[in-house]
C-alpha cells in the first residue's frame, strides 16, 4: 500500500489551469484538473470563448434592425 506507486491506468499530467502536476484518473474527480477552483476557473473561460465563437459577433451586428440600432453619421472606413 504505497500512495507513491503509480496506480495502473493512472498517470500524471500538468494542471492546465495552474501547472501542478495532477494524476489524470478515476480517483481525481477534477481531471485534469488539480482542484474544483482550476477546474472552475478553465471552463468558465472555455464557455465565454466558445459562446463568442458561436454568436459570431459580424453576423449578429448585420441582423440587428435599423430601428433599434441608430446609425452613425460617421463613414465606415
Ligand atoms: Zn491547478
Given at each position: 500500500?504505497?500512495?507513491?506507486?503509480?496506480?495502473?491506468?493512472?498517470?500524471?499530467?500538468?494542471?492546465?489551469?495552474?501547472?501542478?502536476?495532477?494524476?489524470?484518473?478515476?480517483?481525481?474527480p477534477w481531471?485534469?484538473?488539480?482542484?474544483?477552483?482550476?477546474?472552475?476557473?478553465?471552463?468558465?473561460?472555455?464557455?465565454?470563448?466558445?459562446?463568442?465563437?458561436?454568436?459570431?459577433?459580424?453576423?449578429?451586428?448585420?441582423?440587428?434592425?435599423?430601428?433599434?440600432?441608430?446609425?452613425?453619421?460617421?463613414?465606415?472606413?
Amino acid at each position: 500500500m504505497s500512495v507513491n506507486s503509480p496506480r495502473p491506468g493512472a498517470r500524471i499530467v500538468p494542471c492546465p489551469g495552474c501547472g501542478t502536476p495532477t494524476p489524470y484518473g478515476p480517483d481525481n474527480p477534477w481531471r485534469p484538473f488539480c482542484s474544483e477552483r482550476c477546474r472552475n476557473g478553465d471552463l468558465g473561460a472555455w464557455s465565454s470563448e466558445s459562446y463568442r465563437m458561436a454568436v459570431k459577433p459580424t453576423e449578429a451586428d448585420d441582423d440587428i434592425p435599423e430601428a433599434q440600432a441608430p446609425r452613425q453619421d460617421s463613414p465606415r472606413h
